[in-house]
């Protein structure tokens, strides 16, 4: 069996009494760090039976190792350095060769940074669309181009050194009123949500970080039309009250 567990994004307390005992009981757990999964383990009581690392640059050749690990009976746990695995993290190349040689994929359900950031961004929550971190260059433009256009809610990953140049690429490509919410730290202590117009957003992520914006950030953008809808909603329900 193959379980794909889901860790905390920041607070050590977001994980399940479910987790802890199947990274307790697998024969193996294939961390992306094993030096970042000790400390989680350390805090639960977690001692794992063996600990391999299961990382984007070796997942491949990795994923055919724990295949052969599950033909033979083994359980493997999978976890990442936060968050649910195969969210921008790794697990898709083993989830693939387990599905092909029949193995039971079982998901633990936990934190995702994607979900709790939309959760409380004020933002339209029934229809969105997860874009994962963006190009750093070939298909970057095109890809921002297509954000724009679209009109469900887009979440997007981005880390703290390039936050700054996706907000005002952003504002190139969807205008400066677009609203958005970026929720950096999440879980954490110093977990803060910017929310407005894109130029506010902007303006305030630069005067609160003058230099380097610290933390990672989860970047939930609205959908084109968003606020010309809510506006022609709330025009039909006032002249439906009178």
Not at 179 to 196: M, N, S
Request: hydrophobic residues 40%; contains cysteine.
């Amino acid at each position: 069996m193959l379980f794909l567990v889901a860790t905390p994004i920041g607070n050590l307390e977001d994980i399940s009494f479910r987790a802890v005992r199947i990274l307790q009981e697998a024969d193996i757990v294939a961390c992306e760090d094993t030096r970042h999964a000790r400390i989680l383990f350390e805090r639960h009581g977690i001692r794992p039976r063996r600990l391999v690392s299961y990382h984007s640059h070796n997942e491949r050749s990795r994923a055919s190792e724990l295949a052969e690990d599950l033909r033979t009976g083994a359980t493997i746990a999978v976890v990442t350095d936060a968050g649910t695995p195969g969210i921008s993290d790794p697990a898709w190349a083993i989830v693939r060769e387990a599905i092909m040689n029949g193995v039971d994929v079982v998901p633990v359900p936990g934190a995702c940074a994607a979900i709790a950031g939309l959760s409380a961004s004020g933002m339209d929550t029934s229809r969105f669309v997860f874009e994962g971190f963006l190009p750093l260059k070939k298909g970057r433009k095109k890809r921002l181009a297509a954000i724009a256009e679209e009109t469900r809610t887009v979440v997007v990953y981005e880390s703290p050194h390039r936050i700054k140049r996706l907000l005002e690429e952003l504002k190139a490509a969807c205008g400066t009123s677009r609203k958005v919410a970026v929720a950096r730290e999440l879980t954490k202590h110093y977990e803060e949500f910017h929310r407005g117009s894109l130029a506010y957003v902007s303006l305030a992520i630069e005067q609160r970080f003058p230099d380097a914006v610290k933390g990672e950030c989860v970047v939930i953008l609205e959908g084109k039309g968003a606020s010309e809808d809510e506006q022609i909603s709330t025009e039909a329900e006032s002249q439906t009250d009178l």
